[in-house]
């Protein structure tokens, strides 16, 4: 093969064979054959010359060996792997070669082995001869890399559905006035992270304080938010949930048959809970909201049907379940449904309000519960109401342009600013309360019967504030479920849940 730049005679792998070309070794090696072949000592090879390069050639006729830089540049430069040179009227697959450029002599360390050398493989690295049966060395398999993990595929379903959500907990409530739902996670201690939730007003307990049973307008409304809220338990994976009814269910006489068909409709297995469970499940929804300097607190929940109150008193032995430290309990048969049933919703006149407040201080006078506490100077004691009548006075107390739960949660209320809210919503007619969006249309003719319910707690347990708790029963439920499988104290130790997960109880 001929050079076309110059007719230089090329090896078979490409690389120029001139003087020029040789390593050190090389050269020396030919100079001295010559003066061998001059002196008649018979060579061990033939020296064949053409065009002023030489091949060295064995008494065979075998290749011997030449210099090492020409067979590693021989070896590492042939012709085809090169990239196309600058004359476009070239071939592409001719390149300009090496001997084009002057070529760099190569410092040779002595004592450095031959093999070392050698040309590179398919991977980019020098292969050594019989690396393959040494034991590898420390130093070496220090330097790999480590091997990836395996990849984890997640499970999908057959129809493309998302893989099932686990540790779910569902709280579902079906009041006199409202179906809330809530799907949780668990988190921190005592606390837990919100999925998915529902809440709407259905007003089970229309006409019912009248009548004594459930009306069919009423049960369809009913059904149909609870047909809703089945649809979206079915979408999750939920490890336990607990379903329940509570004073319109218990005290209809048709509520035994509006359970079975909402199972026949719905698929959901609703529980009639008492009164007691009521309470203690609304002390256990606002269990972090009790403080440590707490010693005693009055805890209400102003329900639809019913009011239930519990006295708490707090020791030195204090337990995380809150609602163990309950003295005293009680649930009023009356609630901002039944009452503004009976003294009407729409125009509510201070008299019309004394009024209300008598009848509920009636029912307050039966319940004997002496050493409370209490009072304007006692700072360990306080209120804690849990309702959508508090947590409407907190919100247009804050002037609020919309509700925000994560602003009226836990906000504290002195008893001048709960006298001054009451006195404002007293002002308003129902055009003006149903403006506010605090309230709205639906609560405009319930919100003035939940203040008189509150207004007489607050006449019979006087105190210098007030806590709002926009909570109830969904997390009260929440809260036993996983205090009794047990999911904080296991969590706790495998070392504590993750901070990603963040916190808390959410009521939608």
């Known amino acids: 093969m001929e050079d076309p730049q110059n007719s230089a005679e090329l090896s078979d792998g490409g690389a120029r064979l001139n003087n020029d070309g040789k390593g050190k070794r090389a050269r020396r090696r030919s100079r001295k054959g010559r003066r061998k072949a001059a002196a008649g000592v018979p060579a061990s090879h033939d020296a064949v010359v053409?065009?002023?390069?030489?091949?060295?050639?064995?008494?065979?006729?075998?290749?011997?060996?030449?210099?090492?830089?020409?067979?590693?540049?021989?070896?590492?430069?042939?012709?085809?792997?090169?990239?196309?040179?600058?004359?476009?009227?070239?071939?592409?697959?001719?390149?300009?070669?090496?001997?084009?450029?002057?070529?760099?002599?190569?410092?040779?360390?002595?004592?450095?082995?031959?093999?070392?050398?050698?040309?590179?493989?398919?991977?980019g690295c020098k292969h050594v001869p019989g690396a393959e049966n040494r034991p590898a060395r420390a130093a070496d398999t220090a330097k790999q890399p480590p091997p990836h993990p395996p990849v984890r595929e997640v499970p999908r379903a057959q129809d493309g559905a998302r893989p099932p959500d686990h540790g779910l907990y569902a709280a579902l409530d079906l009041g006199t006035n409202n179906c809330r739902l809530l799907i949780a996670q668990p988190t921190r201690h005592h606390q837990f992270r919100v999925v998915d939730g529902f809440s709407r007003i259905v007003r089970l307990?229309?006409?019912?304080?009248?009548?004594?049973?459930?009306?069919?307008?009423?049960?369809?409304?009913?059904?149909?938010?609870?047909?809703?809220?089945?649809?979206?338990?079915?979408?999750?994976?939920?490890?336990?949930?607990?379903?329940?009814?509570?004073?319109?269910?218990?005290?209809?006489?048709?509520?035994?048959?509006?359970?079975?068909?909402?199972?026949?409709?719905?698929?959901?297995?609703?529980?009639?809970?008492?009164?007691?469970?009521?309470?203690?499940?609304?002390?256990?929804?606002?269990?972090?909201?009790?403080?440590?300097?707490?010693?005693?607190?009055?805890?209400?929940?102003?329900?639809?049907?019913?009011?239930?109150?519990?006295?708490?008193?707090?020791?030195e032995n204090r337990s995380y379940r809150i609602a163990n430290h309950i003295s005293h309990w009680t649930s009023l048969p009356v609630g901002v449904v039944t009452l503004s049933e009976r003294y009407g919703g729409h125009h509510v006149t201070p008299e019309i309000f004394e009024n209300m407040v008598a009848e509920v201080t009636r029912l307050l006078g039966d319940f004997n519960c002496p050493g409370?506490?209490?009072?304007?100077?006692?700072?360990?004691?306080?209120?804690?109401?849990?309702?959508?009548?508090?947590?409407?006075?907190?919100?247009?107390?804050?002037?609020?342009?919309?509700?925000?739960?994560?602003?009226?949660?836990?906000?504290?209320?002195?008893?001048?600013?709960?006298?001054?809210?009451?006195?404002?919503?007293l002002s308003w007619d129902f055009a003006g309360r149903a403006a506010n969006p605090c309230i709205g249309p639906d609560r405009a003719d319930l919100v003035l019967a939940g203040c008189a319910i509150l207004e007489a707690i607050r006449r019979?347990?006087?105190?210098?504030?007030?806590?709002?708790?926009?909570?109830?029963?969904?997390?009260?439920?929440?809260?036993?479920?996983?205090?009794?499988?047990?999911?904080?104290?296991?969590?706790?130790?495998?070392?504590?849940?993750?901070?990603?997960q963040g916190a808390a109880s959410s009521n939608d």
């Open 50 to 123: 053409a065009g002023g390069s030489e091949q060295l050639r064995s008494p065979d006729g075998g290749e011997a060996k030449e210099g090492r830089a020409m067979r590693g540049k021989a070896a590492r430069s042939p012709s085809s792997d090169r990239k196309p040179g600058g004359n476009p009227d070239e071939n592409p697959n001719h390149a300009a070669h090496d001997g084009d450029k002057p070529q760099r002599k190569r410092k040779r360390r002595r004592g450095r082995r031959a093999h070392t050398k050698g040309p590179l493989g398919a991977d």
């Open 460 to 500: 019979r347990w006087p105190s210098s504030r007030m806590r709002v708790a926009d909570r109830g029963l969904r997390e009260g439920l929440l809260t036993d479920m996983m205090m009794h499988d047990g999911v904080w104290r296991k969590q706790r130790r495998r070392g504590g849940f993750s901070r990603r």
């Open 205 to 315: 307990g229309e006409g019912l304080a009248a009548t004594g049973s459930l009306s069919p307008a009423a049960m369809d409304r009913a059904i149909e938010a609870l047909a809703m809220c089945a649809a979206k338990l079915k979408g999750r994976s939920v490890r336990r949930m607990r379903l329940i009814a509570t004073e319109a269910c218990r005290s209809a006489d048709n509520g035994a048959l509006f359970l079975k068909r909402v199972r026949e409709e719905t698929g959901l297995q609703l529980e009639i809970v008492n009164r007691e469970t009521e309470a203690r499940l609304a002390v256990s929804s606002c269990a972090s909201l009790i403080g440590r300097e707490t010693r005693s607190a009055v805890l209400f929940d102003i329900g639809g049907g019913s009011s239930e109150i519990a006295v708490i008193k707090l020791g």
């Open 372 to 425: 409370t506490g209490g009072g304007a100077d006692d700072e360990g004691f306080h209120l804690i109401g849990t309702s959508g009548t508090v947590t409407t006075l907190a919100g247009v107390h804050l002037d609020l342009p919309r509700y925000d739960r994560r602003k009226v949660d836990g906000i504290w209320l002195t008893d001048d600013e709960v006298s001054a809210m009451q006195a404002k919503l």
